[in-house]
């Protein structure tokens, strides 16, 4: 795994790296930590929606390589204070979201296999709910 943290948020690298080498054993991921702003511009430019996200996904066709994640930390900062849990775990919860993505699994497209996977991962891992969970509330 290659961790890249673009920000002044301490994240603990090695929970990260246990989650992806539990998750995605066989298969590298980048992982960059981001400002809002230069996840707006990203968001805007490969997705068309001009704000900041949580956590985008850029996957690879490439038998070493997973892809890559990036993850908001202001995103994250705001999703651990709303929901009262810690940053690292908010940060572990979006790479494992990211990276159920980058294995190609889509919530917005599944019958709900994405949630499901999602779930079994939280409880193994001992994470809060689940984004989709939380998204599925609002």
């Known amino acids: 795994m290659e961790f890249i943290n673009k920000t002044s948020l301490p ?58 994640l990036l993850l908001c930390a202001d995103k994250i ?8 849990h810690t940053i690292d775990d908010e940060a572990a919860l979006l790479t494992l979201h990211g990276l159920l993505h980058l294995l190609g699994y889509d919530h917005e497209t599944d019958q709900g296999e994405m949630r499901l996977l999602e779930e079994e991962w939280i409880k193994k891992l001992g994470l809060p709910a689940s984004l989709i969970v939380r998204s599925d509330a609002r």
């Open 11 to 68: 994240l603990d690298k090695e929970k990260i790296a246990s989650l992806v080498s539990l998750v995605t054993p066989e298969r590298e991921v980048e992982i960059s930590i981001i400002g809002s702003g230069e996840m707006r511009r990203i968001n805007k430019r490969y997705r068309g929606i001009d704000k900041a996200t949580d956590v985008l996904s850029f996957p690879l066709q490439d038998s070493e390589h997973l892809g890559s």
């Open 77 to 84: 900062k705001e999703a651990a204070q709303r929901y009262g």
